[in-house]
Every structure is written in structure tokens, then in C-alpha cells.
């Protein structure tokens, strides 16, 4: 018995290394200097020019990208992870409240107009995507950035699966009560949702941080860049430069995991819950 | 539904207002233009634009080009959806299994699941490097001279070991909280009946996980196919040339680089038809689950 046990604590934790040593490396690498990690290699050790390193791609616009330094880059993640995750929480909220608790004319058929959207993911209709998105000015802008991906309706999805479990006994006390449905979404039914809200916005801010395609389009404006969209740039960069400055590269990459992380990791269990139970 | 609705003559049409005008032109009409731009060939200058049937369709279908990438990301998802689910089920059983430490050991499998598919694309470049790389070096002591973006083969490797190291902690997440809603009393009848712990996983366990199997064999068939993109496009440096690519990325490579907007078009709704497919099918599945509790 004891054996066995000892035989699945390596299994985990192996698999654990899995997925940490390459993430480490990358941490160690930034805390090199350039010249160090070109001779050396990448590092699995603590070097010393943490503060360097981190200090040059936050705040300098050098040798990545032309004009925008990494902090420009940080606030736009942020912009687009908040943005993106707020945007589709009260959207759908507000679609879901009418699908599931209003009898009204068409209600079946907008239900089904909304359904569609998740038959087919961004990366099928990208090319008329961007021309519409184009045509209607919306390039090189936040709105642009956010808005189009919101089209997609899982979160109504999720809120219309969350609402439908919601006692009907609810409506009918707060109808009795004099409740009209602006109240009663207002007073009982978001305080209700809380857990799922958070649940859903943590989903939604790594999905909105991480994106990836669509921000390669629609920025072209440098000031727009993300960080995960400016992966490319610094990969193109790096392969060009003489002494590519690696540990500057490594560090704009951990800086591009690092809140999502932190997040996932810190609200782990309503994380999971969500991610779980949005799947029914 | 519900059995109590309000019945209001404007207010469900002003509160699915905002998510209806989305849908319409950032879904509806970009889908609609899509289908009819690959009925069409495009005048690369912009001059108009002429009905060609279904012309695209056959050019793309008999292109070598394009069966040898829709080859490679039938080969791709396979391994991609292969190795990434056995190794989470893997370690899914033995995280369910052992007591000591079963917090940590969770939280250290699934938190890549927040890391962006470039990123991960970034790190396997650097890992995978000719000249820094410690894991070419690994590869070279043994023997295997690893050339990313030089030698097709080693290129595809890198691009699978980095999609399936990214999908692990998905996996992991959903196949843990499957076995953890397996019930105990199912669980103890099966340890009296049977001793062997590796018979009582195939006979008992794995069966009762297998709607959450197939429910995840789509989630990754789609994950290989599309969520791939900033892997792909990260490993070969944005620089196709000849190495192996997914056919999201060549929509992308023929319609924003080649300028080949109805061949991309008729790509994509080959795509479409394809994504379609699968999410039918995934419903069909979750209804059947819904069946069964």
C-alpha cells in the first residue's frame, strides 16, 4: 500500500515539474542578462538583474517594439481583459433575464438567433470580420478590440442555464410583494448571482486577456498593442537581433502569464465551479 | 422555462437589445459574407468582383497544398487530443487517489490553463532553440540534431508538444471533478467486488467517465483546430515557408497575406460546415448525458 502510494505522489509530481520547469525557466532566464543567457543558454538559477530587466521592458520603449514600452502594453491587456469580461457579463445577464423570465412575441426565435453565434467560432469568419470592423472605423480602438468579440454567446449561455435553476417561488413572493421585474432583477436575482458573476468573470478575463488572433488584426497602431498580441513582435525581434536580448523577451512573457495566473490560482475553487458547471 | 414570466410590451426587447445588435453585425453578417464571398472570385485590386459557383470549392479541395495541411491537422489534433487526455486522466486518477497534498498537487496541474497559446508558442521557440535551448541540447546529446522551422518534422513535434502541454490543466480540471462525482457508494461496492485497483479503474471508473470523455474529445478536436493559432503561429515565426500548418492558419496565410479572399472564403466555410458538425454532435452528447443522471 505504501508503495503504491509513493508511485502516484511521483506520477503527480512529475507532472507537476511538467508544467512549472518551462514557466521557470522562463522567470530565471529574465532575471539574466543578455549577454549571459546568449553564451550560457537559458537558466534554471536566480540572476541578480531582476530589477534591470524588469525596470528596461516596463518602462523604456526599446528594442521590442518602436513606441510603446511594457507598461502601455500592461494597461492594454488590462483594458481588454476588464473591458472584454464586464462588457460580456452585463450583456448577457440582460439577454439571459429576458429569455428566461419574459413571455413575449419572438422570444423563441431571438433565443435561437443567439444560440447560432456559438456554432461557429471567431476563427471561421475572421476575414469578413475584419473588413466589417474596417468599414466601420472601429480599427486601431478599444471598441473595436472588445466589441466584436463579445458576439459570442456563452455567457448568455451560462446565466440563462443559472437562472432557469432559480426557484420560481422567487418571482412569485416579489410578484405578491409588488415587485415589478426591474426590482426584482435589480434587488434579488444579481445578488443571487454573485458567486456565478465571479465565477464567470475570471473565466472571461483570461479568455479576454489571452486573445490573440483578433487583436493581431484589428492593432496595427502600436499604442493598442497587448501583450499577448505583442508576443509576435518580440519573437520577430529576437530572431533578427545579433545579441538577442532574451532574458527582456522571457520577461514581457511573464508578464503576459502573470495576472491571469494569479488569478486563476487565487479564486481557484470558484474557477473550477464555474468552468465546470458552465459546461452542462 | 419558467411557469411565472413577466409580460412587458417593450422591456425583454430593450434588455436583449445590446447582445441582438452584437449578434447582428459582428456574427450574422460576417458569417452571411463569408458563405457568399466563396461563391465569388475577388479582383485583387478591389475591381468588383465575379460569380464563380462553386469554383473556389474545387480549386481549394483539389489544391496538394491544401490536403497535405488538411492531412497534417487531421495528424495534429489526433496527437493533440490523444496525449493531452491520457496524460490529464493520468494524473486525474492519481490526484483523486492520494491524500497528502491533494490541494497543492490540483493547483499546480491546472494553472497553465491561464496561460495564452502564443505565450506557451514563445516559450517552446525559446526551450526548442538551435542556440539557447536547453531541451535541443537534450535532443542533441541524444543524438537527434532538432531544428525548428528547418525540418518540418521537428517543427510539428514542438508545435504538438506545446498544444498538448497548454491543454493538460483543461483536461485535468474536468476529468477530476468527473471522478470526484462518482459516487462512493459506487466506488466501495466495486473495491468488495474486486481487488485489483487497474481492473476496477477499467471496468468501473472509465465507463462512468465516459460522457465526460467524449464531451472533452470535442472540446479538443476544436481546441487543436482553432485555439492552436498563436502556437502555430509563434513556432513557425510567422513565416509559413514550408513547414506544417493548420488550416486555421492558412485561412489566415491566403486571406490576409495571399490575398485569396474566395479561396479563404471557401476555407472557411468548409471550416464552418466542419465546426458545425462537431457542435451538433456535442449536443447530441450532452443531451444523452442528461439521459443518463
Redesign the interface.
Same mark, same amino acid.
Given at each position: 500500500m505504501k508503495k503504491? =502510494?509513493l508511485l $502516484?505522489?511521483a506520477?503527480?509530481i512529475l507532472?507537476?515539474l #511538467?508544467?512549472?520547469v518551462?514557466?521557470t525557466?522562463?522567470f530565471m532566464?529574465s532575471t539574466h542578462d543578455a549577454m549571459s543567457?546568449?553564451k550560457d543558454? +537559458?537558466q534554471m538559477t536566480w540572476g541578480g538583474h531582476f530589477t534591470d530587466t524588469y525596470k528596461t521592458v516596463l518602462t523604456e520603449a526599446s528594442g521590442f517594439t518602436k513606441s510603446v514600452t511594457g507598461l502601455t502594453m500592461l494597461y492594454n491587456s488590462m483594458i481588454l481583459g476588464f473591458g472584454f469580461a464586464i462588457g460580456k457579463i452585463v450583456?448577457?445577464m440582460?439577454?439571459a433575464?429576458?429569455?428566461?423570465?419574459?413571455?413575449?412575441r419572438f422570444?423563441v426565435f431571438?433565443f435561437w438567433? %443567439?444560440f447560432?453565434?456559438?456554432?461557429? /467560432?471567431l476563427?471561421? @469568419?475572421?476575414?469578413?470580420?475584419?473588413? %466589417?470592423?474596417q468599414g466601420?472605423g472601429m480599427m486601431n480602438s478599444y471598441s473595436g478590440l472588445i466589441?466584436?468579440l %463579445?458576439?459570442? &454567446?456563452t455567457g448568455?449561455f451560462y446565466f440563462r442555464q443559472f437562472f432557469?435553476s432559480v426557484p420560481?417561488e422567487l418571482?412569485?413572493a416579489a410578484?405578491i410583494d409588488g415587485a415589478?421585474?426591474?426590482k426584482f432583477f435589480i434587488d434579488i436575482l444579481v445578488p443571487l448571482s454573485k458567486t456565478m458573476i465571479a465565477a464567470i468573470f475570471i473565466i472571461m478575463f483570461?479568455y479576454g486577456?489571452? =486573445?490573440?488572433?483578433w487583436p493581431t488584426?484589428i492593432t496595427t497602431d502600436e499604442t493598442f498593442f497587448t501583450l499577448?498580441r505583442g508576443?509576435?513582435q518580440?519573437?520577430?525581434v529576437w530572431?533578427g537581433a545579433q545579441i538577442p536580448e532574451?532574458n527582456q &523577451?522571457?520577461a514581457l512573457?511573464v508578464l503576459?502569464?502573470l495576472p491571469?495566473?494569479v488569478?486563476?490560482?487565487i479564486f =481557484?475553487s470558484w474557477f473550477?465551479k464555474g468552468?465546470?458547471e458552465s459546461?452542462? | 422555462?419558467?411557469?411565472? =414570466?413577466?409580460?412587458?410590451p417593450i422591456?425583454?426587447?430593450a434588455?436583449?437589445l445590446?447582445?441582438?445588435a452584437?449578434?447582428a453585425? #459582428?456574427?450574422?453578417? /460576417?458569417?452571411v459574407? &463569408?458563405v457568399r464571398?466563396s461563391f465569388y472570385l475577388e479582383d485583387p485590386f478591389g475591381f468588383g468582383s465575379t460569380f464563380v459557383g462553386l469554383e473556389n470549392f474545387k480549386d481549394t479541395l483539389t489544391n496538394s497544398q491544401y490536403a497535405r495541411t488538411a492531412r497534417f491537422t487531421l495528424i495534429f489534433t489526433v496527437l493533440v487530443a490523444f496525449f493531452s487526455l491520457s496524460?490529464a486522466l493520468?494524473?486525474a486518477v492519481?490526484?483523486d487517489?492520494?491524500i @497528502?497534498?491533494a490541494g497543492s498537487? @490540483?493547483?499546480?496541474?491546472?494553472?497553465?490553463?491561464?496561460?495564452?497559446?502564443?505565450?506557451a *508558442? +514563445?516559450? !517552446?521557440?525559446?526551450?526548442f532553440d538551435q542556440?539557447?535551448?536547453?531541451l535541443t541540447?537534450l535532443a542533441r546529446s541524444l543524438g537527434w540534431n532538432l531544428q525548428v522551422g528547418v525540418t518540418p518534422f521537428d517543427t510539428a513535434f514542438v508545435m504538438v508538444i506545446t498544444a498538448v502541454?497548454k491543454q493538460?490543466?483543461?483536461n485535468f480540471?474536468?476529468f477530476l471533478?468527473g471522478l470526484q462525482s462518482v459516487p462512493k457508494s459506487v466506488q466501495e461496492a466495486a473495491a468488495i467486488d474486486c481487488r485489483s485497483?487497474t481492473r476496477r479503474f477499467w471496468t468501473v471508473t472509465f465507463p462512468l467517465l465516459a460522457p465526460t470523455g467524449f464531451?472533452l474529445l470535442i472540446i479538443n478536436i476544436?481546441y487543436a483546430l482553432?485555439d492552436t493559432? *498563436?502556437i502555430v $503561429?509563434?513556432v513557425v515565426? !510567422?513565416e509559413p515557408g514550408n513547414n506544417p500548418i493548420t488550416l486555421?492558419y492558412k485561412?489566415?496565410v491566403d486571406?490576409?497575406r495571399g490575398n485569396d479572399?474566395g479561396g479563404?472564403?471557401a476555407q472557411?466555410v468548409i471550416?464552418?460546415v466542419l465546426?458545425?458538425l462537431l457542435?451538433v454532435f456535442q449536443f447530441r452528447m450532452?443531451e444523452r448525458r442528461v439521459h443518463y443522471n
Amino acid at each position: 500500500m505504501k508503495k503504491v =502510494q509513493l508511485l $502516484d505522489h511521483a506520477v503527480l509530481i512529475l507532472g507537476a515539474l #511538467f508544467m512549472l520547469v518551462p514557466v521557470t525557466l522562463a522567470f530565471m532566464t529574465s532575471t539574466h542578462d543578455a549577454m549571459s543567457v546568449y553564451k550560457d543558454g +537559458l537558466q534554471m538559477t536566480w540572476g541578480g538583474h531582476f530589477t534591470d530587466t524588469y525596470k528596461t521592458v516596463l518602462t523604456e520603449a526599446s528594442g521590442f517594439t518602436k513606441s510603446v514600452t511594457g507598461l502601455t502594453m500592461l494597461y492594454n491587456s488590462m483594458i481588454l481583459g476588464f473591458g472584454f469580461a464586464i462588457g460580456k457579463i452585463v450583456i448577457s445577464m440582460l439577454a439571459a433575464y429576458a429569455i428566461v423570465y419574459f413571455r413575449f412575441r419572438f422570444g423563441v426565435f431571438f433565443f435561437w438567433v %443567439i444560440f447560432t453565434t456559438l456554432l461557429l /467560432p471567431l476563427e471561421v @469568419r475572421i476575414l469578413p470580420s475584419y473588413e %466589417i470592423v474596417q468599414g466601420l472605423g472601429m480599427m486601431n480602438s478599444y471598441s473595436g478590440l472588445i466589441i466584436p468579440l %463579445i458576439a459570442s &454567446a456563452t455567457g448568455t449561455f451560462y446565466f440563462r442555464q443559472f437562472f432557469k435553476s432559480v426557484p420560481d417561488e422567487l418571482v412569485e413572493a416579489a410578484r405578491i410583494d409588488g415587485a415589478g421585474p426591474v426590482k426584482f432583477f435589480i434587488d434579488i436575482l444579481v445578488p443571487l448571482s454573485k458567486t456565478m458573476i465571479a465565477a464567470i468573470f475570471i473565466i472571461m478575463f483570461v479568455y479576454g486577456w489571452n =486573445q490573440y488572433l483578433w487583436p493581431t488584426l484589428i492593432t496595427t497602431d502600436e499604442t493598442f498593442f497587448t501583450l499577448v498580441r505583442g508576443m509576435k513582435q518580440i519573437l520577430a525581434v529576437w530572431v533578427g537581433a545579433q545579441i538577442p536580448e532574451t532574458n527582456q &523577451a522571457m520577461a514581457l512573457a511573464v508578464l503576459a502569464m502573470l495576472p491571469p495566473v494569479v488569478i486563476v490560482v487565487i479564486f =481557484q475553487s470558484w474557477f473550477v465551479k464555474g468552468l465546470v458547471e458552465s459546461e452542462k | 422555462m419558467k411557469r411565472v =414570466q413577466y409580460s412587458n410590451p417593450i422591456l425583454p426587447y430593450a434588455l436583449l437589445l445590446p447582445q441582438l445588435a452584437i449578434v447582428a453585425v #459582428f456574427f450574422l453578417w /460576417p458569417a452571411v459574407e &463569408a458563405v457568399r464571398a466563396s461563391f465569388y472570385l475577388e479582383d485583387p485590386f478591389g475591381f468588383g468582383s465575379t460569380f464563380v459557383g462553386l469554383e473556389n470549392f474545387k480549386d481549394t479541395l483539389t489544391n496538394s497544398q491544401y490536403a497535405r495541411t488538411a492531412r497534417f491537422t487531421l495528424i495534429f489534433t489526433v496527437l493533440v487530443a490523444f496525449f493531452s487526455l491520457s496524460i490529464a486522466l493520468l494524473l486525474a486518477v492519481k490526484a483523486d487517489k492520494v491524500i @497528502r497534498g491533494a490541494g497543492s498537487y @490540483r493547483t499546480l496541474l491546472m494553472w497553465v490553463y491561464a496561460i495564452a497559446p502564443p505565450v506557451a *508558442g +514563445l516559450l !517552446g521557440v525559446m526551450l526548442f532553440d538551435q542556440h539557447i535551448g536547453p531541451l535541443t541540447e537534450l535532443a542533441r546529446s541524444l543524438g537527434w540534431n532538432l531544428q525548428v522551422g528547418v525540418t518540418p518534422f521537428d517543427t510539428a513535434f514542438v508545435m504538438v508538444i506545446t498544444a498538448v502541454w497548454k491543454q493538460i490543466p483543461v483536461n485535468f480540471i474536468f476529468f477530476l471533478s468527473g471522478l470526484q462525482s462518482v459516487p462512493k457508494s459506487v466506488q466501495e461496492a466495486a473495491a468488495i467486488d474486486c481487488r485489483s485497483g487497474t481492473r476496477r479503474f477499467w471496468t468501473v471508473t472509465f465507463p462512468l467517465l465516459a460522457p465526460t470523455g467524449f464531451f472533452l474529445l470535442i472540446i479538443n478536436i476544436t481546441y487543436a483546430l482553432f485555439d492552436t493559432f *498563436g502556437i502555430v $503561429d509563434l513556432v513557425v515565426k !510567422g513565416e509559413p515557408g514550408n513547414n506544417p500548418i493548420t488550416l486555421v492558419y492558412k485561412v489566415f496565410v491566403d486571406g490576409f497575406r495571399g490575398n485569396d479572399l474566395g479561396g479563404s472564403s471557401a476555407q472557411s466555410v468548409i471550416l464552418m460546415v466542419l465546426v458545425f458538425l462537431l457542435t451538433v454532435f456535442q449536443f447530441r452528447m450532452i443531451e444523452r448525458r442528461v439521459h443518463y443522471n
